[in-house]
Structures are given as C-alpha cells and as structure tokens.
C-alpha cells in the first residue's frame, strides 16, 4: 500500500455493501447452497440458513480486506476507481474493521450453530483469498489467479461439510471444477482490461507473458475442466442428470475456449471472443451447479429409477 486516501465525505450503508462485493458473493451463496443441498443427508433449514448466512458474511469479510489493501491499486485501475475506498467516500480504517469484524464474526458463529470443521474451513477460506491472494500471490506472480482461484471454490466445499460434518471426495471434485474455471474465467476478463493491470504493475498472465500465451493456457484449462466435470457422475457420486448437463455445458464452454485459444492477435472483432466466454463461463457455473441440485432432487424423488 502507498499513500493514504483521505475520504471527502461519510460513508453509509451502500458504501459498505459495496465493500462486499455483491456481484461475487452472489455467486459465493449460490455455490455454497447448491454443494449443501446435493450433500447425501439434509441440514435443518435454520441452521442451513445460518450456515450459507455465514459463507455469504464471510465472503464479503474477505472482500472488504481486499479492497481495503489494495485501495491505492484500485485507485489506479478504470474498472475499480469508483469503489468507495478508491473514491474517497471511505476511510481505509473502516474498511479494515468492517472486514475483520465480517470474518472474525462469521467463523464464530458457524462453530457455535454448524460445527467447527465448517468453521474452519470458512476461516482457511478467508486468510486464503484476503492475505495468501491478495497480499503476497497478486502482486509477485502471473500465477497469482491460478493459485488464488482455490478462494473461490471453498463456498461448495463448507456447504457439503456443513451439511455432513465430514470431507469427502465429492465436495473436493466440485472444489477442483472452481479450481480449474477460475483461470479461463478470470484470463478472459484480464485479456480486454489488460492495459489497466499493467498500469498498476499486477502481473496478470496476459501483461507478463502476453496476449498469445494467455489465450493457450486458456484452452489448455477449459480442455481440463471438461473430463473433470464429468468426474462426479463418472464415480457415481451423481446421476445423468447432472451428467448429461456437464458434458453439454462443458462442450459449449470448450467451444467459446477454443474460439479464444486459438483467436490471433489483433484480429478485429466487435464482440470479441474474450467477452463471450467471460459472459459464458459465469452462466456455465451457475448452470452446471443448478443441474447438481437438480440431480440430487431426481434422485431422492426416484425419478430416475
């Protein structure tokens, strides 16, 4: 961090909320509840409420520890330079307390209500994406998104843990799928904001070893993602619902993938590919973890039998 941004006015609510990130953390609950709902026994709906209540808290905690380290970088960046801290419309003390209290409260309370292997879990979720990502892996390594992606694929495993009370191998695969879309997901979005990275000195993949590079390692990992997809339904950890809808899924995001992959530099498109599979890989996470819902719910129906 560099010099301190002096707010010119007070912050309210918004400011705070916005300190959270909403956008992500919506999509935090959502695959917090859906690794809940397809875990093998079912949670009592008040302590299943408490639980994604505390991933959502916990998340945003998170959020607004990044945003408070990284106000200056912020400042600095077109996409991000209306965020409260970066604005001037909040005091980086505040953010800081705001996300200690956030986190600190989030993990008591999912010891005290669910248990503390959940707990846990969240925490190590937590201290992952606010100092393992944001402090020491962002700013040295244009692996930082690849390494920094397992912060994001903790809401599944916490909510079949909090569910279960246990880790098993089906809540580690769903861990991995956010594990392998987080880098074509989020190279994607670097590769057409990449001159904003590059002015802060983050060295994003497509600032250090270039736009061709990037686009290869791309489809490299959407070529990963799709078998590793099929994982769950190939050991009978689900069925052809969610199987069915993976592959379909799978094969259309590899399509966008390779359309990126294999895009040459410079060429002219209006709607470039990169935005499309951005668009596409954040409509293929919520659906495919809405097929595993639903293939849970077929199942205990007998539907399918």
């Given at each position: 961090?560099?010099?301190?941004?002096?707010?010119?006015?007070?912050?309210?609510?918004?400011?705070?909320?916005?300190?959270?990130?909403?956008r992500v953390m919506s999509l935090v609950i959502f695959t917090g509840l859906c690794g809940m709902l397809a875990a093998p026994v079912s949670i009592h709906p008040v302590l299943g409420f408490?639980?994604?209540?505390?991933?959502?808290?916990?998340?945003?905690?998170?959020?607004?520890?990044?945003?408070?380290?990284?106000?200056?970088?912020?400042?600095?960046?077109?996409?991000?330079?209306?965020?409260?801290?970066?604005?001037?419309?909040?005091?980086?003390?505040?953010?800081?307390?705001?996300?200690?209290?956030?986190?600190?409260?989030?993990?008591?309370?999912?010891?005290?209500?669910?248990?503390?292997?959940?707990?846990?879990?969240?925490?190590?979720?937590?201290?992952?994406?606010?100092?393992?990502?944001?402090?020491?892996?962002?700013?040295?390594?244009?692996?930082?998104?690849?390494?920094?992606?397992?912060?994001?694929?903790?809401?599944?495993?916490?909510?079949?843990?909090?569910?279960?009370?246990?880790?098993?191998?089906?809540?580690?695969?769903?861990?991995?799928?956010?594990?392998?879309?987080?880098?074509?997901?989020?190279?994607?979005?670097?590769?057409?904001?990449?001159?904003?990275?590059?002015?802060?000195?983050?060295?994003?993949?497509?600032?250090?070893?270039?736009?061709?590079?990037?686009?290869?390692?791309?489809?490299?990992?959407?070529?990963?993602?799709?078998?590793?997809?099929?994982?769950?339904?190939?050991?009978?950890?689900?069925?052809?619902?969610?199987g069915v809808s993976a592959l379909v899924l799978g094969t259309a995001f590899l399509i966008f993938a390779a359309r990126v992959g294999l895009r040459r530099t410079g060429e002219n498109d209006?709607?470039?590919?990169?935005?499309?599979?951005?668009?596409?890989?954040?409509?293929?996470?919520?659906?495919?973890?809405?097929?595993?819902?639903?293939?849970?719910?077929?199942?205990v129906q007998g539907w399918l039998a």
């Open positions: 961090m560099s010099q301190t941004i002096q707010p010119t006015m007070p912050a309210d609510w918004r400011d705070f909320y916005a300190l959270t990130k909403p408490t639980a994604i209540l505390c991933i959502a808290v916990g998340a945003g905690g998170a959020a607004a520890l990044n945003q408070w380290w990284e106000a200056d970088i912020d400042a600095g960046m077109k996409r991000t330079a209306k965020r409260p801290l970066p604005a001037g419309r909040m005091d980086r003390t505040s953010a800081r307390d705001f996300g200690v209290a956030l986190s600190v409260g989030s993990v008591l309370v999912m010891g005290l209500a669910i248990h503390w292997l959940a707990a846990a879990l969240l925490a190590l979720s937590i201290v992952y994406y606010a100092w393992f990502y944001t402090v020491w892996l962002k700013p040295r390594t244009p692996q930082n998104i690849v390494i920094g992606g397992g912060a994001g694929a903790f809401p599944p495993l916490i909510g079949w843990v909090a569910a279960t009370g246990h880790v098993t191998l089906m809540p580690v695969l769903l861990f991995l799928i956010i594990f392998f879309w987080t880098p074509p997901h989020f190279w994607a979005l670097a590769l057409f904001v990449q001159t904003d990275y590059a002015k802060v000195g983050i060295p994003m993949m497509p600032v250090v070893a270039g736009e061709a590079s990037t686009r290869r390692q791309i489809l490299i990992y959407a070529i990963v993602l799709l078998p590793l997809a099929l994982t769950p339904w190939l050991i009978g950890g689900t069925g052809a619902v969610y209006a709607m470039k590919p990169e935005k499309r599979l951005f668009a596409f890989s954040i409509l293929y996470l919520f659906a495919l973890f809405a097929m595993l819902v639903a293939d849970r719910f077929a199942s």
